[in-house]
């Protein structure tokens, strides 16, 4: 238990840093956005290419899907960082993802399943570098305060 406080702890301070960092990067930099890339390929489809939940499969969901931009209001004004990585690496289940052993991403936010040849040596680091960035990103999604 004191592990995953330790681990929990250390995930939620480099994602303070990273959304931080990750803000003034996005908007200095015209180039490669890796959070709007794995945004555009994994979510936006559901949840719209502006986050408001207007995707282009909405018509063919049960549940509609989530608006994005307004996480951090219904937070207290606060990004909830954690939840969203949890969510995005199957910690948290959505039943809408699917089962945590096949969300709707697939095996793409993983450690176990990052099979890449290249990342052999730090497959772990690449996976959790996506989820940052895709987090980073949907906090920028966030509607003004």
Known sequence: MAR?????????TGLVAVLAAGAAFAQQSPGFDLGRTEYESKCAICHGSDGKG???????LLKSPSDLTVLTKENSGVFP???IYETIDGRVEVAAHGSREMPIWGAD?????????MLAYQPEAFVRARIIALVEYIHRLQQAR
């Open 81 to 83: 960082s954690q939840k």
């Open 54 to 60: 207007n995707g282009s499969y909405k018509p063919f």
């Open 4 to 12: 995953e406080s330790v681990t929990s702890g250390a995930v939620l």
């Open 109 to 117: 936010y993983r450690t176990e399943a990052t099979t890449r040849p």
